[in-house]
């Protein structure tokens, strides 16, 4: 007989945000005397969630799907003790681990073995259960020769393996994952994967939170879509995936200011970003084969100065894969010296090599090495079939993501 | 056994989650050796700076106390009298500097991470532990060299240490959980620091403060524990019983009324840092 791992009645969350003072994370003394004396402080109330009720089985995998802001990560955060809901009730039977973030506590100066250590007690082991799995956490990660080294002078894919290993290793009775896998290259992450799935067969809950609908439909039997703190659909992961997908086409309105979910020290921000045609309008579809120009409208944090900036956009399949990756460096367009206070970066696609379909990209700026800031699934756009090879032709909507420009020769031999 | 946790909305008043330290224990001592490994690994000198910090400050105290100004010091050479003092206002000054910007420095150990965040200030007074340790074998070599004849009352030493643990673990709850709040806190700690050091017999001694004034002075809780190690090491006769109880008293209000507001100002840790 199977029994409720996770109840959640009513669980809500609000944030009270002030939109002038969004900018600054903390608060200063002085600000709160000062507001101390002015009344009518415009303070508006945000519903992260609202009003989720659900019951999970123990052994279930369930995927948990839905836009950036929808509310997944607070959910799984809520799960996890990190910050406590604003209303209702959740009960978890069993020992929980979550891995909302690989590598916490990582630090640069110490060793492999050290850091596989204190990360190990960080995510909830004990440290007689690292030492029993230490051996197996080495292999996986293949950093065998590498542990007594200081894990700065690791390359970035080596961390991004020992932190997955390390998580892979934690064996609570219900876990919780956030878009981990989004790092780190394919096979690795398929592995991850292959873990994860063996997790579940010993009877083992996860939450699992994604953008990349492959992984969901392959992993998770059940789907929850979220959307603006509500659960959307709740269901087979087949058709809850296909309704987000539908419901994804209606997309938003492109401002990126309010958005929490984002790194990078923000000096440099994209405060909106849309997608505009030859003629410089906005638009949300566009033909194959025609221009396409990704806008993201950015600006410099008062009192920063920035300068030397790298951007980047990297463009997605409706279904989570990475297609490409347009940056300035490559193509030799350097934004030399000091960044105006307020602007935009256009970057032009002459010929747009898309099949039909809906793509979403994501928004990366880099200054000096610096990270500025970073956004997922800022945006997207609609392709529709348009004449990309100039004869009239067009090729089928499931016939691949690319149109490419080529040339047909038949000899004959001897 | 099935474990149940059960996720409401926080409340006003929670209590000090023992059991949980408890279960968090590994993690403790894991955060305290990473930052006693970091502090000597990044340095050249290591061991010396530990030692050269309070001895330099010690030598200045003599010089301009002892020396020129001319002030008693419990009839035992000044150096020897100043740095008695140094052992535990060291060890309390660097714990608290350290805590106090310990949450804000574990950003993604308490947005991306669940364990009780206590631990976190805990552990980064510990981490300030082997310096303390550092200090007591130079306060044992300058016993030597001055040939301060020792008593039975160095067996009360972890009594007075454990008064000073107390104290530094609720000044940090409290520093550390308003500079998440306030960082405000941060700019002001040097300056506190500073006038909490004066404000204690550390380089002058307290025999220069007037009777009449020694009740309320000895409201800092600093004042006994300094009396307290002072008296154990330097085999002093007279027992300072008024300020080591007030002292007691003081810091074990600090610390509890510290761990309740830090229990009670954590739920939004996650949500602010």
Redesign the interface.
């Known amino acids: 007989m199977s029994s409720p791992a996770i109840q959640i009645e009513n669980l809500s969350k609000s944030?009270r945000i002030n939109p002038l003072a969004s900018h600054l994370?903390?608060?200063?003394?002085?600000e709160?005397l000062v507001n101390l004396f002015k009344n009518g402080q415009p303070k508006e109330t945000l519903w992260a969630l609202k009003d989720i009720s659900l019951t999970i089985q123990k052994g279930e995998m369930v995927g948990i799907i839905g836009r950036n802001g929808a509310g997944k990560t607070t959910l799984l955060?809520?799960?996890?003790?990190?910050?406590?809901?604003?209303?209702?009730?959740?009960?978890?039977?069993?020992?929980?681990g979550?891995l909302?973030?690989v590598g916490?506590?990582f630090?640069p100066?110490?060793t492999g073995r050290?850091n596989i250590?204190?990360n190990g007690?960080?995510?909830?082991m004990?440290?007689s259960e690292v030492v029993k799995k230490f051996d197996e956490i080495v292999a996986f990660a293949e950093v065998e020769s590498f542990l007594d080294t200081p894990i700065k002078h690791y390359s970035s894919g080596m961390q991004v393996r020992l932190a997955f290993a390390i998580a892979a290793h934690l064996d609570p009775e219900i876990l919780f994952v956030d878009e981990v896998l989004a790092v780190g290259d394919f096979s690795f992450q398929k592995k991850c994967l292959g873990t994860m799935e063996k997790i579940t067969k010993q009877g083992r809950t996860i939450l699992f939170v994604s953008h990349q609908m492959e992984a969901i439909l392959n992993l998770c039997p059940r789907s929850i879509l979220l959307e603006k703190g509500k659960i959307e659909k709740d269901g087979p992961s087949q058709k809850v995936v296909e309704s987000y997908l539908q419901s994804a086409r209606q997309l938003n309105d492109g401002s990126l200011r309010y958005r929490r979910d984002r790194q990078g020290v923000g000096h440099f921000r994209f405060v909106e970003t849309w997608v505009e045609n030859k003629q410089g309008h906005r638009v949300t579809a566009v033909l194959s084969g025609d221009p396409l120009v990704l806008v993201g409208e950015f600006e410099v944090a008062e009192g920063k100065s920035v300068s030397d900036v790298e951007v980047a956009f990297a463009v997605y399949s409706a279904n989570g894969t990475q297609l490409t990756d347009l940056c300035n460096l490559f193509t030799g367009d350097f934004f030399e010296g000091k960044v105006p206070k307020r602007g935009r970066v256009r970057c032009i696609i002459p010929r747009l090599p898309c099949n039909t379909g809906l793509y979403t990209y994501n928004m990366f700026a880099a200054s000096k090495q610096v990270l500025q800031d970073f956004l997922l699934n800022v945006g997207s756009f609609e392709v529709e079939s348009g004449d990309y090879f100039g004869t009239g032709k067009t090729i089928a909507k499931g016939q691949g993501h690319f149109l490419v420009n080529h040339r047909w020769q038949l000899e004959a031999i001897g | 056994m099935?474990?149940?946790?059960?996720?409401?909305?926080?409340k006003s008043w929670r209590a000090i989650p023992f059991k949980e330290l408890w279960v968090f224990r590994?993690?403790f001592?894991?955060?305290i050796i990473?930052d006693t490994?970091?502090r000597y690994?990044?340095t050249l000198l290591g061991a010396i700076w530990v030692i050269l910090q309070p001895l330099v400050t010690a030598i200045l105290f003599a010089i301009v106390f002892g020396r020129l100004a001319n002030l008693p010091s419990l009839n035992v050479p000044y150096i020897v009298f100043a740095f008695s003092g140094m052992v535990a206002w060291n060890f309390f000054s660097q714990a608290i500097q350290r805590a106090s910007g310990s949450l804000v420095s574990?950003q993604?150990?308490?947005?991306?991470?669940?364990?009780p965040r206590m631990l976190i200030p805990m552990a980064a007074c510990g981490g300030v532990l082997v310096d303390f340790l550092v200090t007591f074998i130079v306060m044992g070599v300058l016993l030597w060299i001055y040939q301060i004849p020792l008593g039975w009352q160095l067996a009360t030493l972890p009594l007075w240490f454990s008064i000073t643990l107390v104290l530094v673990t609720g000044v940090s709850f409290w520093l550390s959980a308003l500079n998440?709040?306030?960082?405000?806190f941060s700019h002001a700690l040097p300056f506190m620091i500073q006038l909490w050091m004066y404000a204690s017999p550390l380089a002058y001694s307290q025999e220069i403060i007037p009777t009449s004034w020694r009740g309320i002075y000895a409201l800092n809780p600093l004042v006994g524990i300094l009396d307290g190690f002072r008296w154990s090491l330097l085999n002093l006769s007279d027992f300072p019983l008024f300020s080591i109880t007030l002292s007691f008293l003081i810091s074990l209000f600090i610390l509890l009324s510290g761990a309740l507001a830090f229990q009670r100002l954590e739920?939004k840790f996650?949500?602010?840092?």
Not at chain 1, 77 to 96: E, Q, W, Y
Request: aromatic share 8%; hydrophobic share 35%.
């Open positions: 944030y994370s903390y608060r200063t003394l002085r709160d955060k809520i799960l996890a003790r990190i910050t406590p809901p604003s209303k209702g009730l959740a009960v978890i039977k069993g020992r929980v979550s909302l973030e916490t506590g630090h100066e110490l050290e250590y204190l007690v960080i995510l909830g004990k440290r | 099935q474990l149940e946790t059960r996720i409401e909305p926080p590994d993690l001592w894991m955060l990473r490994k970091l690994k990044q574990h993604s150990l308490i947005s991306k991470n669940y364990c998440v709040f306030y960082r405000d739920q996650a949500d602010i840092i």
